[in-house]
């Protein structure tokens, strides 16, 4: 089974900063999707950025972009230019690209972010 | 369609009551999921739905829990005999056909059980 696991409980970062939340997963595939989402207090939870497995570029979202180190299992997400809007619980995600499989989510722990002004 | 909704918001049981969620999925989204979030955790999944067949149950969903899609739409979570263990964020979210496509959330339902 897969896990994913973030180390990284909390996390704060003043305004305008660099922040930078790690991920780790185990699986024993080797096509697979990883994810980062954003759940900011009382909302839903909406999608930050993808990565493919296959794919060697690391993906990029306006302000956010991911670290993807295939050989280590290792997923982080950067977040440039922090904003008070990014304050949120960060979610790493991983979902296998099994064909007829559930395509379904397998979470971490989630790090909490506080940006302060 | 504004997204996926989840009613109701909130529900405080007495433990031991039956209780009843719903989730209505982005249109065209053939992929239905829930979820469960304790305090502080990532969300656990519980179940899919392609269209109106639930594929997969996890493990965490005991024979008190039941869901059902009647015609591949809206989905309920029903949960039998509540626990004060049962006590999370219920989420429920869609997804359209296809490999690695955005799973879209709704703003989940809050149980107590008191």
């Known amino acids: 089974a897969q896990t994913v696991t973030q180390s990284q409980p909390e996390m704060s970062v003043q305004e305008a900063e660099t922040v930078t939340l790690s991920c780790t997963y185990d699986t024993s595939e080797s096509d697979y999707y990883l994810f980062w989402y954003k759940q900011p207090p009382s909302r839903q939870m909406i999608l930050v950025i993808r990565q493919e497995a296959y794919k060697q570029q690391n993906a990029t979202e306006n302000r956010f972009s991911v670290n993807f180190q295939k050989a280590a299992k290792s997923f982080s997400l950067k977040i440039s230019d922090s904003q008070l809007g990014d304050a949120a619980m960060y979610f790493c995600?991983?979902?296998?690209?099994?064909?007829?499989?559930?395509?379904?989510?397998?979470f971490g722990q989630g790090t909490r972010l506080t940006i302060n002004p | 369609d504004t997204g996926v909704s989840q009613n109701p918001r909130h529900k405080i049981t007495k433990r031991g009551q039956n209780v009843t969620f719903r989730c209505d999925p982005i249109s065209e989204h053939n992929r239905l999921y829930w979820y469960r979030q304790t305090l502080g955790q990532g969300p656990e999944f519980l179940t899919y739905?392609?269209?109106?067949?639930?594929?997969?149950k996890s493990r965490l969903l005991s024979d008190r829990f039941s869901a059902e899609r009647p015609k591949g739409s809206f989905s309920t979570l029903e949960i039998q005999r509540t626990e004060q263990g049962d006590s999370a964020m219920y989420l429920c979210?869609?997804?359209?056909?296809?490999?690695?496509?955005?799973?879209?959330f709704g703003q989940g339902t809050r149980l107590t059980v008191v």
């Open positions: 995600a991983y979902r296998s690209h099994r064909l007829g499989g559930a395509q379904k989510l397998v």
């Open positions: 979210a869609s997804s359209p056909p296809g490999l690695g496509t955005e799973a879209f």
């Open positions: 739905f392609q269209n109106e067949a639930q594929l997969e």
